[in-house]
């Protein structure tokens, strides 16, 4: 005898297993899309079916039967009640009415399968009948003379499950989906070609076996192609992708194997993908580099989060400074499945950077030595003052010790006055010495009202040579990390243009300064009753080079623009409403000083 039908049904179960196993495997690596999900889990129900079919054709007994189509049921009746939530998944197109009441009607069928004494395949006890294949083999003849309600009701599930799932096709075609809902639609019609034939089968029009098995075959195998190709497609276009990134990308598994890196990163590392997959960073890197790359990737798996770091790195006899970022792949319950690794090559960026910082901070030193040579007649007059006062004092303290009856308290006020006079020219020069300083002073919590009063101190001889009031409200306590020579280069230079700007003017001169905590930021205000700014300039004034003096650069604003900037404040201008103009520019105060603010506002 010919034994081939049933070793076909097995061998039948075990494709549908593999392709089960090869998408779940896909599930549990990586978040993947549902459908794979329940593809896999179709595929799982179609070998249950294919091997209690099997069993119900070898069957000894008229109990082992009944079992065997009942948990042929059982599995069948699950894979439709699945296949609409696949098909809708898989085309987009799920009316979640439809799809429940699909889910709840199998349910009943189950149910019933389950409680009713035969199943619903037969509606009393079978007899044990076997029929002969063409070629000689003998099986169980599985085909019911008297089919019942629940067995009749089951082919009504079937056709709306077929039916949805067309229209599902052709919405997802309509969409412009095309080539996905031709697959699908060509898979089902397969399908359903088996299913009329296994009618026929069953009505006894045709004399044959049921072939239904065969029909899940090429639908899954169908559909397996089309998932398997997507997939494939998928992962093209993610290489195309990450190929033509200008960074270098990596993805590594959990003990560190790289399995994939794009194009950047093979030219980066003189390697190609093919090469460097499944090996580590200590196969790339010497070990002390390569230590402190995996210590990097633990942390990120431990974590769950991304990482960011700086390395420096010997590539092509240069040292190259990456900025790198790694991040953990997860599943839809947050456990990594992968690492990926991003290395951003910022050598020739950050030589750059330094170009610029350093040609900005010539300018910068440029224009404090253009700004205090322009003080320079009102420095020396503050410098002679105290000079004079010194020298008059150390004569008259000398007259007071050639006399006969010296007064010991006359002598105590002249050497006092001697050394609050040295102490008021030293202050100057020690101004005038930070101003010039080439070196940049570090950055350091500075009191910005004592920041003000010293530039204040230093331009007190030009307030007086043009006869300016100055008024100034300075909140005490108000401290912003910063650099203070920085800082008081933006003063000078918007006091000066605020004097150059009352200087023409012939009546009463103010120049009033207010510091004030506003939020999180500490604002400084400068305000003039000169000439104002026209309006068409309010908005280029910070502009480099634009400038409506007829001797200057139009540097000043603009440096004092780049300053505020770096120490991410602001600054703007704008006219007062009866004469002159007010600067204002901010600066982020130190959680100390914005602290009493916040709470009393609480």
């Known amino acids: 005898m010919n034994r081939i039908f049933l070793p076909t049904l097995y061998v039948i179960s075990g494709i549908y297993a593999y392709s089960a196993l090869q998408h779940g495997l896909s599930v549990l690596r990586r978040q993947v899309n549902r459908s794979h999900l329940l593809f896999a889990l179709l595929c799982l129900m179609a070998a249950a079916m294919t091997l209690t079919r099997a069993g119900a054709y070898r069957a000894q007994t008229v109990q082992t039967l009944v079992e065997m189509r009942r948990w042929e049921v059982l599995a069948g009746s699950l894979f439709l009640l699945l296949f609409p939530w696949f098909v809708g998944w898989l085309t987009g197109f799920r009316p979640r009415g439809l799809l429940n009441g699909l889910t709840m009607f199998w349910s009943l069928i189950i149910t019933v399968d389950l409680i009713l004494p035969h199943g619903i395949q037969f509606a009393g006890l079978p007899v044990l009948k076997h029929f002969t294949l063409p070629w000689g083999e003998t099986v169980v003849d599985l085909r019911d003379d008297r089919p019942g309600f629940w067995l009749s009701l089951t082919w009504t599930g079937i056709l709306a499950v077929m039916s949805y799932s067309l229209y599902a096709c052709m919405v997802q075609y309509r969409l412009g989906m095309q080539p996905r809902a031709i697959a699908l639609a060509r898979a089902l019609i397969v399908f359903i070609c088996f299913i009329l034939f296994d009618a026929l089968v069953d009505w006894r029009l045709v004399e044959f076996v049921n072939v239904t098995d065969f029909g899940f075959l090429a639908?899954?195998?169908?559909?397996?192609?089309?998932?398997?190709?997507?997939?494939?497609?998928?992962?093209?276009?993610?290489?195309?992708?990450?190929?033509?990134?200008?960074?270098?990308?990596?993805?590594?598994?959990?003990?560190?194997?790289?399995?994939?890196?794009?194009?950047?990163?093979?030219?980066?590392?003189?390697?190609?993908?093919?090469?460097?997959?499944?090996?580590?960073?200590?196969?790339?890197?010497?070990?002390?580099?390569?230590?402190?790359?995996?210590?990097?990737?633990?942390?990120?798996?431990?974590?769950?989060?991304?990482?960011?770091?700086?390395?420096?790195?010997?590539?092509?006899?240069?040292?190259?400074?990456?900025?790198?970022?790694?991040?953990?792949?997860?599943?839809?319950?947050?456990?990594?499945?992968?690492?990926?690794?991003?290395?951003?090559?910022?050598?020739?960026?950050?030589?750059?950077?330094?170009?610029?910082?350093k040609l900005r901070r010539q300018v910068w030193h440029v224009d404090r030595v253009a700004s205090t040579g322009a003080l320079a007649g009102s420095l020396a007059h503050e410098l002679s003052q105290p000079l004079s006062a010194i020298l008059n004092n150390a004569q008259a303290g000398l007259r007071f010790l050639s006399r006969d009856d010296i007064n010991v308290g006359e002598i105590r006020e002249i050497l006092g006055d001697i050394v609050r006079d040295d102490k008021r020219a030293a202050a100057v020069i020690n101004g005038l010495r930070s101003m010039l300083q080439q070196q940049e002073t570090p950055r350091d919590n500075i009191d910005l009202a004592a920041c003000i009063e010293e530039v204040l101190e230093l331009m007190h001889s030009e307030f007086v040579r043009i006869n300016i009031a100055v008024e100034h409200n300075l909140e005490p306590g108000l401290t912003a990390r910063v650099n203070k020579t920085q800082i008081q280069q933006v003063l000078l230079n918007l006091m000066m243009n605020a004097i150059e700007s009352m200087a023409e003017q012939p009546d009463e001169r103010i120049l009033k300064l207010a510091l004030t905590l506003v939020g999180t930021k500490a604002q400084i205000s400068i305000s003039d009753s000169g000439t104002g700014i026209p309006k068409e300039n309010l908005e280029r004034i910070f502009d480099g080079f634009y400038t409506t003096k007829p001797q200057g650069l139009g540097m000043g604003l603009e440096v004092c623009r780049s300053i505020v900037t770096i120490h991410r404040g602001a600054i703007w201008a704008e006219n007062n409403p009866d004469r002159g103009a007010t600067f204002f520019f901010t600066l982020p105060a130190t959680p100390d000083a914005a602290s009493p603010q916040d709470s009393s506002a609480s």
């Open 219 to 357: 639908m899954m195998v169908l559909m397996d192609m089309e998932l398997l190709s997507e997939s494939r497609n998928q992962y093209r276009r993610m290489s195309a992708i990450l190929d033509h990134l200008p960074v270098a990308i990596c993805l590594k598994d959990l003990e560190g194997r790289f399995q994939l890196v794009n194009r950047e990163f093979e030219e980066f590392f003189h390697i190609t993908n093919t090469v460097i997959r499944d090996r580590t960073v200590f196969d790339l890197f010497p070990r002390k580099q390569a230590e402190v790359f995996r210590i990097d990737d633990l942390r990120a798996l431990e974590l769950r989060r991304e990482i960011e770091s700086m390395e420096v790195l010997e590539r092509d006899g240069k040292q190259r400074i990456l900025h790198t970022y790694r991040f953990p792949l997860l599943r839809p319950d947050g456990s990594p499945y992968a690492l990926g690794g991003v290395f951003i090559d910022i050598s020739e960026s950050r030589e750059k950077d330094d170009a610029l910082n």
